[in-house]
């Protein structure tokens, strides 16, 4: 019953939500390698946003693109660059000039803790070169697993796991990649999912791909059903304006 003289507040817009699917495990590998087929027909060089020419600058380009654009953090990074050369460089870093020069990228402070400390931890424990291994690289300040993907497949070419950043995460629920995951956010789950479902060789292509097609096609609010390449293998393909 409504309550005279009172309105009720609007319900705040939510994303879209992903559909659904139970598809048994084998069916969902087929599925998956007639995703990553168009992927690679549609993305054949999809590749890391972040500009980089070493793995020490992609390390520091990924640290500073959490919560912020990959357009942000290459407009900030030349400059940076040019006066950091090396690891030592960041480990005898200013933290206040630090600061200054990556404040637009939001969270400057704690990224300039986690760069000046991966600078020391990189220089001290091995040598000024960072180190190509998932455990080594997560012992890095400011390093997690994501982070650790990005350098280990982008840089040395190493598929030791997939990159699940926000589109991943949101594209892997709308096209039922992901069955054990709580919802787009649960990484871990997700990425475990995809390293299921994917051959090993597709880890590192995959993510950049979908990260692609997460920001030209398959938007969190607005997806482009008309125009995916992938429509035909997703389930909830063209429900979202229902």
């Given at each position: 019953m409504k309550t005279a003289g009172k309105t009720r507040p609007k319900k705040a817009k939510r994303r879209p939500a992903a559909r659904k699917l139970r598809e048994p495990l084998d069916a969902r590998r087929r599925r998956a390698a007639e995703i990553c087929k168009m992927l690679h027909a549609e993305y054949a060089d999809?590749?890391?946003a972040l500009k980089h020419a070493s793995a020490l600058e992609l390390l520091v380009s990924t640290i500073l693109s959490a919560q912020c654009t990959d357009e942000r953090v290459n407009a900030v990074t030349p400059a940076l660059f040019r006066r950091y050369r090396s690891a030592a460089d960041f480990a005898a870093a200013d933290p206040a000039q630090l600061e200054a020069m990556i404040r637009s990228t939001g969270f400057f402070r704690n990224k300039t803790r986690s760069i000046i400390g991966a600078g020391r931890?990189?220089?001290?424990?091995?040598?000024g070169r960072v180190p190509d291994t998932m455990d080594d690289l997560l012992g890095i300040p400011?390093?997690?697993r994501k982070t650790a993907n990005v350098i280990l497949g982008t840089w040395f070419h190493k598929n030791e796991g997939v990159v699940v950043d926000t589109h991943v995460g949101r594209l892997s629920h709308r096209l039922a990649l992901s069955w054990r995951s709580r919802d787009d956010k649960d990484a871990v789950k997700i990425e475990r999912d995809l390293m299921e479902l994917l051959p090993q060789k597709e880890w590192t292509f995959a993510g950049h791909a979908l990260i692609w097609h997460g920001r030209q096609v398959c938007s969190a609010r607005?997806?482009?059903c008309d125009r995916c390449r992938l429509a035909d293998l997703c389930p909830s393909a063209h429900s979202f304006d229902r």
């Open positions: 999809a590749d890391c931890v990189i220089t001290e424990r091995f040598g400011g390093v997690a607005k997806p482009d």
